[in-house]
């Protein structure tokens, strides 16, 4: 037998009340209320380590969706992303009552300053043992923006370069600043570290001066594992040559191989060979012992379904309704003054009708499956072997019976069929988990050119 | 019998190998060495839950210590708080091992902006129940400076402004944004949030402008407890204005009064009452079974200490070695053209010689003591009865001799003499064990003003 490709597995999550499945809050036993709550993380991470889970991903804004109805009504009573807490705080819980889950948490590189972050994610690496990822983006609402001094939303495109300045600072502490046997701590002379081998970045940009030396000491994967989501242009670019997992929402087997082959040629082309990145899906899976257990609750998630939680959420930059239904997105994008590539979850060639259907009926498409464990088994397959996906972010309709019910269920199932293996009982690093080839971010990506102290 | 004055009990902390007490991290047993770990700080949380301390207070800097020498050489080999991780990601962690522990964590108000920081505070707010309190500083080093952009030191009167600006907008995001009621979560109208009790804040200032809404829910302390630890004019009046405790590193009960005074008296200005503020010195505390076996303990802490570490620690804004003995510090301060207030640990008008012997000497002054049980107690009973200290930030000569040792051998002691009470069983919030007052800051301070969104 050939060896099967395995599948990653992740949690979706969010540090809020509705992250993606609206009005599904309210569902007797969801827990998601809790979110504030320390236990509500413990007891999340507990069952994803005990269930399988390779990591959760935790999603993040930080403004409001106050496009919509031309405030935050919508996102208030929906509890759409607000209210949200920081996701940052909450992985050290997480690692406090596991050993191997993974996590990937969401941070913006447009608002704030990369030193002190770039300490935030060693401290991580450190407290988690290596098993932090980081995911990179540049944030869109324009309220994110008012909450930064900023007027509005700092275009696409610059938002971009700014988050490759701000990447080269972060490496360049990461990887450049501390050399792997700095730290002697020999008790008997009472040297801590070697400072012939710390050194100041003294990094000067356009944006961003920082003198350096990072403050944390080398953690065992240094750069944390860089995920990004992405689809525009300059996206691809961007992940082409700094991503090492991408996640994408797509709705089509070929929305999802386009990105994915684009992304792949991008990287090629910086030179990082053909499995650098992981490619992620957003996957709706609804599983039931029987096929009628699954369909009944799959049909109670679409009834309590809120579609004005849908549309609000999906009303940033601009809000759909606001428009006649027989104009273009691209259209309606171009009247409000804004690119229409910013626009999720619409294609700008459709009418601003056939989207707002679209959103209407919700957003399974191509990674969205109902029925029972074999079944739900098999459409995963097809979604690694044919669409070549290589890993899901489960998407939550109930805090915690989607996890459970995929960790008691689904998971037997695809262990197998060899898709899911057991873990070593010596916890590896999340990159290991990833890409099975150690700890630290491979020579040929661009951050590896600091180690050492090089080219800084 | 008349109630007897409690002492407030913190352990002083920071996420570093070497924080104040250098040369003692080589000791046998010494766990600093672990402080990058997880286990480290959900071990000490434990022994500091079951041994009767009311909290943890988590100093910071984000620079190095440089100037010494003219690199950070002597801060590398000393372990001195080079490396260091992040204050607040600890937080967390000892929060899930403990029910009842206190937390006040550093952040500078500088370089960093405040909104997503008001976010971080009320997390930590929400994920420990309201046992949350943030050290105010406007930090100092030269290399912090350089590491956001700047190329020296912003002048301390200048940091004060920018302070008090900072505070103003998270006042308004902590205590005026949302409503008390503004949760409602009604799960059979799927309403979260009642949107007309949450809003911007709209801040406009020379330095920030923020428009809101905090994205995070009213967590039970909403405003954390509000740390400071100065001396300096400028932080006086801020102090008076905004600190619910001070935190004092004074040498002498004289120094440590005259700074109470001059702070209870600008709290009064400010109209905050008699009792608005509570004072904490750094102590020194050595203990044994008998006489011989803590001044034992207190030799070999001697023996140990790095005199270098002390003047490389001490050496920041200006290094004192570098200066002829007879000047006074005053004179090398304006040589250096940095104001000899922000110079740590030296009086301004004496000679550079004896500030220097001062340091090498070490810096046990009036809070600190060795020795039984019962003498540490009766010391501690006249820090508090006598120089009307509220309250003392334990200082670590060994982690985690010192505090289990304070645990098992003093606090037995000061419960048997009504100043360290049992706990309720319910878990009360960390202001309201420091003022026996509520959850809420005082209605005389002046972030209430705010509340209900007056003011906005």
Redesign the interface.
């Known amino acids: 037998m050939t060896e099967r490709k395995k599948l990653i597995l992740n949690l979706f999550e969010m540090?809020t009340?509705?992250h993606i499945t609206h009005?599904l809050?309210?569902?007797?036993g969801n827990n998601r209320?809790r979110y504030?709550?320390?236990g509500y993380w413990?007891e999340l991470a507990e069952l994803l380590e005990d269930g399988g889970f390779d990591g959760v991903f935790l999603a993040d804004v930080?403004?409001?969706y106050d496009v919509f109805g031309g405030?935050?009504?919508a996102a208030?009573?929906?509890?759409l992303q607000?209210?949200?807490?920081?996701p940052?705080?909450?992985?050290?819980?997480m690692?406090?009552?596991t050993r191997h889950l993974g996590f990937g948490v969401t941070f913006a590189t447009t608002?704030?300053?990369p030193?002190?972050f770039a300490?935030?994610m060693?401290?991580?690496d450190?407290?988690?043992?290596g098993r932090i990822g980081w995911n990179i983006v540049t944030s869109y609402l324009p309220?994110a923006a008012?909450?930064?001094?900023l007027r509005d939303e700092i275009p696409h495109d610059e938002r971009y370069a700014i988050a490759h300045e701000f990447l080269d600072v972060v490496y360049k502490l990461w990887e450049g600043s501390?050399d792997d046997d700095?730290?002697v701590?020999?008790?008997?002379t009472?040297?801590?570290?070697?400072?012939t081998k710390?050194r100041y970045i003294n990094h000067e940009g356009p944006r961003?001066?920082?003198?350096?030396?990072h403050?944390?000491?080398p953690?065992r994967q240094r750069t944390p594992v860089l995920y990004q989501a992405t689809g525009s242009p300059a996206g691809v670019a961007f992940a082409g040559k700094h991503a090492e997992v991408v996640f994408t929402g797509g709705r089509t087997a070929d929305d999802f191989r386009r990105t994915a082959g684009a992304i792949r040629e991008a990287a090629h082309t910086e030179g990082r060979g053909e499995d650098a990145v992981r490619f992620l899906v957003q996957a709706g899976v609804v599983v039931g012992r029987t096929e009628e257990e699954a369909s009944d609750k799959w049909r109670l998630y679409q009834e309590r379904t809120?579609v004005r939680g849908i549309l609000a959420h999906a009303s940033s930059p601009i809000d759909l309704t606001a428009y006649p239904r027989e104009w273009t997105v691209e259209r309606a994008a171009a009247a409000a003054g804004v690119p229409s590539t910013t626009i999720p979850y619409a294609n700008p060639k459709s009418t601003v009708g056939e989207a707002l259907d679209a959103l209407r009926g919700g957003r399974e498409g191509r990674f969205f499956v109902a029925g029972t464990p074999s079944v739900v088994a098999d459409e995963i397959e097809r979604w690694l072997d044919e669409d070549g996906v290589d890993g899901i972010n489960l998407r939550q309709y109930h805090s915690f019976d989607t996890a459970r019910d995929f960790a008691e269920l689904v998971v037997p199932e695809l262990r197998k069929r060899g898709r899911i293996l057991e873990r070593p009982a010596e916890p590896r690093s999340l990159r290991d988990v990833l890409f099975g080839a150690g700890d630290r971010i491979p020579e040929a990506h661009t951050a590896a050119r600091y180690r050492g102290g090089a080219n800084l």
Chains 1, 2 share one sequence.
Not at 25 to 28: F, K, S, T
Not at 76 to 79: T, Y
Not at 126 to 129: A, E, F, S, V
Not at 185 to 188: L, N, P, S
């Open positions: 540090n009340v509705s009005g809050w309210a569902l007797p209320e504030a709550d320390i413990t930080i403004g409001a405030d935050f009504s208030a009573e929906e509890g607000l209210p949200s807490n920081d940052l705080l909450v992985v050290p819980v690692a406090a009552a608002y704030e300053p030193f002190p300490r935030r060693s401290t991580l450190h407290l988690t043992n309220n008012r909450n930064f001094g501390w700095a730290i701590a020999d008790r008997d009472g040297v801590f570290a070697d400072p710390v961003h001066s920082v003198a350096g030396p403050l944390a000491a953690s809120s």
